[in-house]
């Protein structure tokens, strides 16, 4: 998505940042008198409760787990944290919208804002552009994701989609996409994942940009909106969800949100070193072969590589504050 005030060259993602039988019984004591019978049974009733207490009790802690009113202790082993692995140097002028790798240390990048839009090829551990395809003013870039030879990119409000040779990022195809806007792409090889900026997460046909199925994304019963950037990583859809530091591990089988990714950190360790002009975190790459994950920002002068950590205390926060902002509609003008 774009950036951050309500006009369409910055609003489109820019920061205002600032879950025993009574028969069988009955058999096996036939010659207690009523009374004594029923007195027989509460104890045993009683007895029983004590011993599944005290047998779940031993099954909590051989997991190192008990119950908690906490709403947020069901969710303890899927918030999480990350630890910098690697910094890289990144394109400072980089709107990223897409942002994938491909193998060797190569990444491939798109970039939105009018007049700045483009497809590059970029060196990981240089950040240098290797090459680039830059687009024609009138379009915004947004998502990428590459099957094959072919890298597909998206527009924003636009409802094209371009496919390049990746080669030498000459394009050679267009389509028109089903979703109600163009914001993410994602790969597993099979199916393109797509995001519009909605709660909606697309499947669509490679081969004809057709709609195969479409999930609502959600977290406890309610809708995560904004979905931004997406990449699939171990058979899950991860996605940034444009205003927030938040990237939501989503369920490709039915749209749910089976955890999160915190990275506040990031930004906030950018501002403190003094990069004041950037933009919101935005851009997940994955490594298939080497198990890396990377992510960037719009305007990042680094690209981080990084390592999940489990929460190893109860988060006392409330996701859905932190990570589910309202819908933001947008229309072109």
């Known amino acids: 998505m774009a950036g951050g005030s309500l006009r369409k060259k910055s609003m489109k993602r820019s920061s205002y940042l600032t879950k025993p039988s009574h028969n069988s019984m009955a058999r096996s004591t036939p010659s207690f008198p009523r009374g004594k019978f029923s007195l027989v049974i509460s104890a ?12 779940s009790t031993n099954i909590w802690s051989v997991f190192g787990t008990k119950p908690s009113s906490n709403p947020n202790q069901a969710l303890l082993d899927q918030i999480y944290a ?3 692995v690697n910094e890289f140097p990144h394109d400072p002028n980089a709107f990223t919208q897409g942002l994938l790798y491909a193998e060797n240390d190569t990444l491939f990048e798109s970039t939105g804002l009018n007049g700045r839009s483009s497809v590059r090829k970029v060196a990981l551990r240089t950040g240098k552009v290797e090459a680039i395809h830059k687009m024609q003013n009138s379009y915004f870039g947004e998502g990428l994701t590459l099957i094959g030879e072919r890298l597909f990119q998206v527009t924003w409000l636009e409802k094209t989609v371009f496919v390049y040779d990746r080669n030498n990022l000459s394009k050679f195809r267009k389509f028109t996409h089903q979703m109600q806007d163009g914001w993410g792409l994602a790969t597993d090889k099979k199916v393109i994942f797509g995001s519009d900026g909605t709660s909606t997460l697309y499947q ?12 609502t994304v959600k977290y406890k019963g309610d809708e995560v909106h904004n979905l931004n950037e997406l990449e699939c990583v171990n058979g899950e859809v991860w996605a940034n969800v444009w205003q927030t530091d938040c990237i939501a591990r ?24 003094g ?37 190893k ?12 902002p309202m819908p933001v509609h947008f229309r072109k003008t």
């Open 275 to 311: 990069e004041m002009s950037i933009d919101v975190l935005n851009g997940i790459a994955w490594d298939e072969k080497r198990n890396r994950i990377f992510v960037t920002g719009k305007l990042w002068p680094k690209l981080y590589e990084i390592k999940l950590h489990k929460m």
């Open 82 to 84: 990350v630890e910098v």
């Open 250 to 273: 989503i369920s490709s089988k039915d749209g749910v949100v089976i955890g999160w990714i915190l990275l506040p950190n990031l930004r906030k360790g950018l501002i403190a070193a």
């Open 204 to 215: 669509i046909n490679p081969q004809t940009l057709k709609v195969i199925e479409a999930h």
């Open 44 to 55: 045993v009733s009683i007895l029983c409760v004590f011993v599944v207490l005290s047998i």
């Open 313 to 324: 205390t109860p988060f006392k926060g409330d996701i859905k504050r932190l990570c589910m």
